[in-house]
């Protein structure tokens, strides 16, 4: 089985980019991940992150037209890729089977508990 | 439309710098945008700060560029990991020459911070180069010109009026000591009295009042902040702007306006101007009489005024007054200038000063550094055989003549920075000791430009004077030679070698013997008996309210212990300014109206305090009335100018007609580097200005204790200022003695620089001959023949510096003696004990070497092959 290496900080960061739906880019990113974690991070971490994504190739990028807040630069828009969605169901599936055994235990009660 | 906020310039920039082009404008625009958001929503402030923040998180190694290794850079790194290697590989080597270079360069920095110094006095005027002082050319005993620096007001006024160049002028007193009262506490201060010229064109600019308020009428005076701060404290020093001083003749002045303290580096220091005309209506005469000399006086030209004109101009106005003798003339010396360039001939033209002591000193380090940088040329040159094999294996892959040059420069260039940076950190440990030696409060201005420029131009200098021989001599090898080991023979920097340690015996010794002469002409100034003993005196000047009292307090100290005897004169018998040619003689004629007499005005017991021997004759008596009426004392050399065979009953001319009842001894009534005057000398009749007390020998402490006894009893009120007249006498050849003190030290490091380098050279030239000597060891040499074979081109090299070397010293040594009218005269073992002292050092280091060679067991040497 291929190993996904995904951190948990990348992980959201691609999440994001998914719920993103092609409007994803740096600052977007950013405000998003604050909405949904409530975390407060610098823009260089999510520059940090997408990088990594697209040289794992869990996202690719496409220049946007030039906006006037930008001084008249363009936006880098993250979509992400058929592998990044294959990682990140692999995580996912990791997760699920390691919980339902989490559930497994919790049905034993504990004597110490009582 | 409205512009949009812009983010701070300099993050921007340096984003622009580090990123990486193809992250840039990604990056950048997300902080942009980030930056346009937050200004809106909350302040242009805060985003400014966000947006620096964001730039800085934004460096990080994936986002900043690729570092671009060239060929250049690769290669210098790679020298100074060779060089490195080399230092690690070659101690001795390193440490010879970085030792040298750092001592030799810590002489050099310090020397250079005084000379930079000395350099910088009076140079703080903004008009400094057309500020002129005037001075008078008087006729001396022998028909010559001597310059004294003060003139008459008359003339400071007609110059400043009468030229047309001459845009504006200061005339003031000499420096007084005064003593000022502020409700009933005393300060004695050093001031003058001044017109408003001096505010005008020197830089001493007012921090409170005003020019105008401080001239307007006699009753008001100028302060340094130095003494408001004295007067009122260190904080509310600006009150004193409008109070009243008193004077001690009870006068009350009004502080007009408080001036900014004068710089260390100035000539002219007072910390109070009173209006001149004060002083001017204590005395017609001191307005009025062109002969009255006694006020500095300096004229400011126009910028397009020709200041070779002055001299000539101002001595014409002179010369049209009726004090005027044929041949005197003004002098004008620049302010500029006059510190360093203070000593007349006698056509009265500027002939040195403290100039020379500069020029020693820089000439001195200068010496020293190269005498260090020899050493590096050397034994970097000698151990070139050693290198030529890594030399030529270079050259067979492939490198450069070039490269190669600058792979030992490099080397140098790390000797050398690793030495500066010793030498700074030297020089600042030892700058307190070199303040109190120079007594100039110096340091070194990390923070100023040049201070930095100059370590780069040493560094520069040093490593390309050091460095560049070396560099070219191992670079042109032939591989071919080098690899059948043939080399070495052709070198052809054996002569250049040769000619080095030569030259560098040549710089130690006029060093060495100029330091001895220095040594000796010190030592006799310093014990050079003057003709009067200054042992065990004490010398003061009097202010007014002492001078009043002077027969009470004499009496009343006479009976105290520890108190030898007493007298008063009008000038210190070792400084005596006064000079008037109105002395007449029986014989006299009209080819001695030029003769210019020294003054002085004794008291009873003059003979006592100083002990100034008779030829012939008496003193002044207590008890013959008839003395301060019509006696006069002359010294020999007065008598020989007049003339007089048999001087005594002699009646001369000088303040009524007097007769001359003894002839005393010569003595030096100034610096030893002018001759004896002839003096006059006449009974005390109110001119007073100076007591002096000899003390019982060892029993200084119980005079001074009486001498403060007896003033807190007569006059509480005036602080007692004494000096002993041996400190005057050190202090007065001050600049002297720091030469001597420095010279030693210069001749000792210069020699022990020296033989650093000559030691290198024999060492390595035992390593290098190695097996030549244990073969004729095994062959039955002696131990001293060995030594012999390896001291012997040395010690000729040595020899043949020395001799070069001597004639040298006794030039420059000459030289500098010529300038004192009294000086010691060059002697053989001047040459011949620091001569031999080198040879015997040099010998010393090479036969240690020597030694350590010859014994070394030849089994050990040759079982290598």
Redesign the interface.
């Given at each position: 089985m291929q190993r996904v290496n995904l951190g948990e900080f990348e992980e959201l960061v691609l999440l994001i980019v998914g719920v993103l739906q092609g409007e994803a880019?740096?600052?977007k990113v950013?405000e998003e991940f604050n909405e949904q974690t409530g975390r407060a991070v610098?823009?260089?971490?999510i520059?940090?992150a997408l990088?990594r994504l697209e040289s794992k190739g869990f996202v690719k990028s496409a220049w946007s037209e030039a906006?006037?807040?930008?001084?008249g630069?363009?936006?880098?828009l993250f979509s992400i890729t058929a592998r990044g969605v294959q990682a990140l169901e692999e995580v996912r599936d990791l997760r699920n089977r390691l919980w339902e055994q989490i559930q497994g235990l919790g049905l034993n009660p504990n004597p110490s508990m009582t | 439309m409205k512009k949009l906020p812009q983010p701070p310039r300099w993050a921007d920039h340096f984003l622009e710098w580090y990123c990486r082009p193809e992250l840039l404008e990604e990056i950048q625009g997300d902080i942009y945008e980030l930056f346009a958001m937050r200004a809106k929503e909350k302040s242009l402030a805060q985003a400014r700060r966000r947006f620096v923040w964001d730039v800085l998180r934004s460096f990080r190694l994936s986002t900043i560029k690729h570092i671009k290794f060239n060929h250049n850079t690769m290669m210098f790194s790679n020298h100074l990991k060779i060089a490195f290697r080399m230092l690690q590989k070659k101690k001795g080597f390193a440490l010879l020459n970085i030792s040298g270079i750092a001592i030799s360069l810590t002489f050099a920095l310090l020397m250079l911070l005084w000379v930079q110094d000395e350099l910088s006095v009076n140079k703080f005027h903004e008009n400094g180069d057309r500020i002129y002082h005037l001075s008078m050319g008087f006729i001396d005993a022998d028909g010559q010109i001597d310059v004294s620096p003060i003139v008459s007001y008359q003339l400071s006024q007609a110059a400043k009026k009468e030229l047309p160049y001459v845009e504006n002028g200061a005339a003031f007193s000499y420096n007084m000591e005064k003593v000022l009262s502020y409700k009933d506490q005393q300060f004695k201060v050093e001031g003058v009295y001044g017109d408003k010229g001096v505010f005008e064109i020197f830089n001493f600019p007012l921090l409170l009042g005003s020019i105008k308020e401080t001239f307007k009428h006699t009753q008001s005076l100028a302060i340094s902040k130095n003494l408001a701060q004295r007067l009122f404290g260190e904080t509310d020093w600006q009150q004193a702007l409008g109070k009243s001083l008193q004077l001690e003749n009870g006068k009350s002045l009004k502080v007009g306006s408080i001036y900014a303290n004068i710089p260390e580096n100035s000539t002219l220091k007072f910390d109070f101007v009173i209006h001149v005309e004060d002083w001017l209506n204590s005395d017609e005469e001191l307005a009025a009489h062109w002969g009255y000399h006694a006020f500095s006086a300096y004229v400011l030209l126009r910028s397009d005024a020709d200041a070779s004109q002055l001299q000539e101009d101002v001595t014409e106005i002179y010369a049209n007054s009726e004090v005027y003798d044929e041949g005197e003339m003004v002098v004008t010396q620049a302010i500029v200038d006059e510190y360093l360039y203070s000593r007349f001939d006698k056509q009265g033209k500027v002939v040195g000063g403290r100039i020379e002591y500069v020029q020693i000193f820089f000439w001195a380090s200068i010496f020293l550094l190269l005498i260090a940088g020899i050493n590096f040329i050397n034994l970097a040159t000698a151990r070139a055989s050693q290198r030529a094999k890594e030399v030529s294996l270079r050259k067979v892959v492939g490198a450069k003549r070039g490269s190669l040059i600058s792979q030992f420069l490099t080397e140098a260039g790390l000797i050398t920075m690793i030495s500066i940076v010793l030498a700074l950190g030297l020089a600042e440990l030892s700058l307190p000791y070199v303040r109190s030696l120079t007594g100039k409060n110096l340091y070194f201005n990390y923070l100023s430009a040049e201070y930095w420029l100059f370590l780069g131009f040493i560094f520069l200098g040093m490593t390309l004077f050091s460095g560049i021989y070396p560099s070219f001599i191992l670079s042109s090898f032939k591989i071919t030679n080098v690899l059948k080991r043939n080399f070495g023979k052709g070198l052809g920097s054996n002569h250049f070698r040769r000619g080095l340690v030569i030259l560098q015996f040549v710089l130690s010794l006029v060093l060495i013997v100029g330091a001895v002469v220095v040594r000796q002409q010190i030592h006799y100034i310093k014990n050079k008996n003057l003709g009067l003993d200054r042992s065990n005196v004490i010398y003061m000047r009097m202010a007014s309210k002492a001078q009043d009292n002077y027969k009470v307090i004499r009496d009343k100290l006479t009976q105290k212990p520890g108190i030898e005897a007493i007298t008063s004169t009008s000038h210190n018998p070792m400084l005596v300014s006064n000079e008037s040619n109105g002395v007449d003689w029986p014989a006299k004629d009209d080819s001695h109206d030029h003769i210019h007499f020294n003054i002085l005005y004794a008291e009873q017991n003059f003979e006592k305090v100083f002990k100034i021997p008779l030829a012939e004759g008496r003193y002044f008596q207590k008890d013959m009335k008839s003395d301060p009426e019509k006696a006069v004392i002359i010294n020999e050399k007065a008598a020989e100018v007049m003339g007089l065979k048999k001087p005594l009953g002699t009646n001369l001319q000088v303040e009524g007609e007097r007769q001359i009842i003894g002839v005393v001894k010569n003595f030096h009534m100034n610096t030893l580097y002018e001759d004896i005057n002839p003096m006059v000398i006449l009974p005390e009749q109110g001119f007073n200005w100076s007591m002096f007390v000899r003390t019982k020998k060892g029993k200084t402490q119980e005079a001074i204790k009486s001498l403060e006894a007896v003033f807190e009893e007569i006059i509480p009120s005036s602080p007692l200022v004494y000096e002993f007249l041996d400190d005057y006498h050190n202090n007065r050849y001050k600049s002297e003695l720091l030469t001597g003190t420095l010279a030693n030290y210069f001749a000792l490091f210069s020699i022990f620089i020296s033989c650093l380098g000559l030691y290198g050279l024999v060492s390595f030239l035992a390593e290098q001959k190695t097996k030549e000597i244990a073969i004729r060891k095994v062959l039955g040499a002696s131990v001293w023949q060995i030594i012999t074979l390896l001291s012997r081109n040395f010690l000729t090299l040595v020899s043949i510096g020395l001799v070069i070397g001597a004639p040298l010293a006794w030039y420059f040594t000459q030289n500098w003696l010529q300038k004192f009218a009294y000086h010691i005269d060059l002697q053989a073992w001047m040459f011949v004990i620091p001569t031999f002292l080198a040879v015997l050092i040099a010998a010393f280091t090479v036969g240690y070497q020597g030694i350590r060679a010859a014994w070394k067991n030849p089994v050990n040497s040759l079982r290598e092959d």
């Open positions: 880019y740096g600052v950013l610098n823009i260089s971490a520059h940090a990088r906006t006037a807040e930008r001084g630069r363009r936006k880098r | -």
